[in-house]
């Protein structure tokens, strides 16, 4: 039998386990691995986890409606092609240029927010409208967005990004480039959104269960397509970001992405059944995914093994988190 | 309706008439599947417009199919090919070895394979044009040799290695010839890691952070010229300047040719892509027809190019090239994508 103080700390570990799981990863990885513990390293993490972080967001928010979205690589894909053949000047860039100069930031920001909040609607429109599941129609979005980077680009590459969106990718605000202070702006954005509005608990109601949740009065339909807007939206977002990281855009830009900030949001403890989950652990689950990639750059690990090295690590979060729902569930 | 309907027969019979008026245009020695095995990437996608050319040149129409960089793709595309009969088959295969039996299939049906490209040497083919993955690490030791000398006054320094996807055995191979030919060279520290699927964020966060780990790294050598692009993003924000860490890449790309005359790059190893499409297309009829090859020097696109007599087949290796500051505005260079313009005159 435990004390309610006791409980109430248990709780708090349980509910914070996987910041937890990084402050220690951190200190293993500082104290065992030479040139680890040292600012740029930190700050390179940070840097590293924009675009999956910026790209589990939406994700997490359609996981918590109790939906799913694997298109959110592919429309990062496209909207870092779009920005590229747009914004830059070699390659297959069109080199728009606009005056003032700084136009560029909001326009190229709007095209992209646009983009993905159109291919977001599409999805929601046919899971809520046509009663498709989630998981084949963002599939088939998975496929033909990609499709769509490879026939807009034809195979070819956009280079050397307008100065005025660069900055973004090169300037620094207390050390930290301003695209990293993007992926954390929109996570406390959405984190604020998420936890204390009538929207966020709607969403996180109707992932839980969206009958009781239409009993109650609450939209479902509607919400669930704005949940597609604003994951194909953000998503846009994170392929401006990763234009902005390489200086234009290949055809192959972000794959990979979808299934690191999968790994993300079920590490940072976002149910895929839906209905649980808290935006400030994605971010703790895409830090940890991020220092362990940065472990294995700066170790420089055998190349062969370093993808099995790191789907052993995540397996051993996802573990940690298994036991961490046993836990909670004697305490119930 | 009854309009409705005669305006779809009508546009039925259009569409008709197009396609047997094409058909009949196109009317040549006959068909050639190029198995391109990614159109991600610029290399593959000019291979495309060069075999296409090259071979139109010589009166073949070229049909391409795009594996997506998936084996299981790629095989059963081979197999939907077979029973099309097919004059002969170009094959850039995915995976070198997971290829073999739908070769030997191919070959047992009569149909000749070409391998272009991407070497494969444990079955025979018909007819073999590539650059030679392995001599682009020689060729990139050499000029890294070259570098490090001109930079630190004797062959000695740090070397970051960034190679493709490390399932890819095009990336393996650059990284075991150019390992190989830096053995003679102890002082030099090479440090190898690899840009999952052939990513370019992926070799930016490898250099972010080798940059910070080892502050004194002389040289990066990136396996593919739109990984030095992320590479040089990443450089610039740390705050180097063009030429503060040495840069060399790999395939002879356009964005490599770009940085290198906006000094980020001091060396773009070439795979001469028109030459190597060029040579399919020389040596095209006698595959074709059966005919013998006969090994020798050939001259392709004004490159001395070696054809010998393999186990696996006629092997024509085309020589890549070092670009530099000196010579990147050549037009031989494919990155500058100024294909050749002459037609290409077969082998007699």
């Known amino acids: 039998m435990i004390t309610p103080r006791q409980r109430a700390v248990v709780e708090f570990v349980l ?74 000047s070699r390659g297959i860039g069109i080199g728009l240029t606009m005056t003032p100069e700084w136009l560029v930031l909001p326009v190229s920001l709007g095209i992209a927010l646009m983009v993905g909040g159109i291919i977001g609607s599409i999805n929601g429109w046919l899971v809520v409208k046509l009663k498709m599941s989630a998981f084949i129609v963002t599939l088939a979005s998975y496929i033909w967005v990609r499709g769509m980077v490879d026939a807009i680009s034809g195979g070819r590459s956009a ?85 902005i990281r390489t200086s234009g855009a290949t055809a192959n830009l972000g794959i990979g992405m979808l299934f690191r900030a ?27 995914l991020s220092t362990i990639q940065t472990a294995m750059n700066v170790m420089a690990l055998p190349v062969h093994y370093t993808q099995m090295i790191l789907g052993a690590l995540v397996l051993a979060a996802l573990l940690l988190d298994t036991v961490k729902l046993a836990i909670r569930q004697k305490l119930a | 309706m009854k309009r409705l309907f005669s305006a779809l027969c009508g546009a039925l019979a259009m569409v008709a008439l197009v396609f047997s008026a094409s058909a009949t245009w196109a009317q040549t020695k006959g068909k050639i599947y190029y198995m391109v095995p990614t159109l991600l990437d610029e290399f593959q996608t000019e291979s495309v417009s060069a075999l296409t050319k090259f071979l139109g040149d010589v009166g073949y129409e070229t049909v391409t199919l795009n594996a997506d960089n998936k084996t299981d793709l790629q095989q059963s595309q081979m197999n939907d090919v077979i029973n099309l009969k097919p004059s002969a088959i170009i094959l850039a295969a995915v995976d070198f070895n997971a290829l073999v039996p739908s070769i030997e299939k191919a070959r047992a049906a009569g149909i000749p394979v070409m391998i272009f490209d991407r070497q494969i040497t444990t079955t025979p083919s018909d007819f073999t044009s590539v650059a030679g993955t392995v001599e682009i690490g020689y060729v990139a030791a050499g000029e890294i040799e070259r570098l490090l000398k001109e930079k630190n006054g004797s062959v000695k ?56 780990a080892n502050p004194d790294i002389d040289l990066i050598f990136v396996h593919a010229a739109h990984l030095a692009v992320a590479a040089v993003a990443s450089l610039e924000a740390k705050g180097k300047k063009p030429g503060d860490i040495l840069l060399v890449s790999s395939n002879g790309a356009p964005v490599g040719l770009d940085l290198i005359r906006k000094g980020w790059e001091q060396v773009e190893v070439e795979q001469p892509l028109y030459a190597q499409a060029a040579a399919i297309a020389m040596f095209a009829d006698k595959v074709v027809n059966k005919q013998e090859i006969k090994p020798g020097t050939y001259d392709v696109l004004g490159l001395e190019s070696i054809v010998t007599i393999e186990p696996w087949g006629a092997n024509i290796k085309i020589p890549g090239a070092a670009i530099t500051k000196d010579n990147v505005d050549e037009a031989r260079f494919w990155g500058n994508l100024k294909a050749p313009t002459d037609p290409v005159k077969p082998v007699e």
């Open chain 1, 262 to 288: 999968f790994a993300a949001v079920v590490i940072g403890g976002v149910s895929l059944k839906g209905g649980i989950g808290q935006l400030p652990g994605v971010y703790a689950g895409v830090l940890l």
């Open chain 1, 159 to 243: 280079q050397d990004l307008t100065p005025a969106l660069r900055i973004m990718g090169i300037e620094t605000f207390l050390s930290i480039p301003l695209i990293a202070w993007v992926a954390i702006l929109c996570f406390v954005v959405f984190t604020f959104i998420m936890a204390k509005t009538p929207f966020g608990r709607h969403i996180t109601m109707i992932g839980g269960n969206p009958v009781a949740s239409f009993r109650a009065g609450i939209k479902v339909d509607r919400l669930i397509i704005i949940t597609f807007i604003l994951s194909g939206a953000i998503a846009g977002v994170a392929g401006w970001l990763l234009a």
């Open chain 2, 157 to 212: 320094g740090k070397v970051l290695q960034v190679l493709g996807d490390p399932a890819d055995p095009y990336t393996l191979d650059i990284q075991k010839g150019f390992e190989e030919k830096m053995k003679a060279f102890p002082d030099v520290q090479i440090i190898s890691l690899p840009a999952m699927q052939w990513e370019a964020s992926n070799a930016g966060t490898i250099v972010a952070d080798q940059l910070v």
């Open chain 1, 15 to 88: 509910d914070n386990l996987v910041w937890f799981i990084l402050a220690f990863v951190l200190a293993i990885f500082s104290l065992a691995i030479p040139n680890f513990a040292q600012p740029g390293i930190f700050i390179n993490i940070i840097e590293q986890s924009t675009f999956v972080g910026v790209m589990a967001i939406g994700l997490a928010i359609v996981i918590i409606a109790g939906n799913m979205d694997l298109s959110v690589e592919s429309v990062a894909g496209l909207t870092a092609m779009i920005t590229g053949i747009l914004f830059c």
